[in-house]
């Protein structure tokens, strides 16, 4: 979805979540015809009062029982999968620049060591 139909004047008649020989153009669901035609045709999209608060409690719920290890992406449903990759999407750092895998598998900080002996100065 969604493949629209026109009319004679070029304007969203209907809206169809398959193609067929009389529906063939596909539109993007962030097209601003589509989403007119929509708002005109069924009003505005209801929330319900609290429904925002509440997926941000449970988009934190699912962060933290992954993290733990309590739950895996993969026992989620495809669907859930390609919901919670679109979160994470939304919520990615933009302008990131993309470092290449260095071949290190771990990088230590020493910086918890404090002072070390300098090995020039040590006698063994």
């Known amino acids: 979805m969604p493949y629209v139909r026109r009319d004679l004047m070029g304007r969203i008649e209907s809206v169809h979540r398959t193609s067929s020989p009389d529906v063939v153009e596909y539109l993007d ?5 589509l989403q007119a035609f929509l708002r005109d045709e069924f009003g505005p999209a209801d929330t319900a009062p609290g429904s925002t608060e509440l997926l941000v409690v449970v988009e ?8 733990k290890g309590l739950l895996s992406v993969d ?3 495809h669907d859930a ?3 919670w990759s679109t979160v994470l999407e939304a919520h990615a750092p933009r302008n990131v620049p993309n470092f290449s895998a260095s071949g290190f598998v771990e990088i230590i900080d020493d910086s918890a060591f404090g002072g070390l002996p300098d090995p ?5």
């Open 29 to 33: 669901t962030s097209n601003a015809e």
């Open 120 to 124: 020039k100065t040590t006698k063994r």
């Open 60 to 67: 934190e719920v699912l962060r933290l029982f992954l993290a």
């Open 81 to 83: 999968q390609v919901a």
């Open 75 to 77: 026992e989620l449903s």
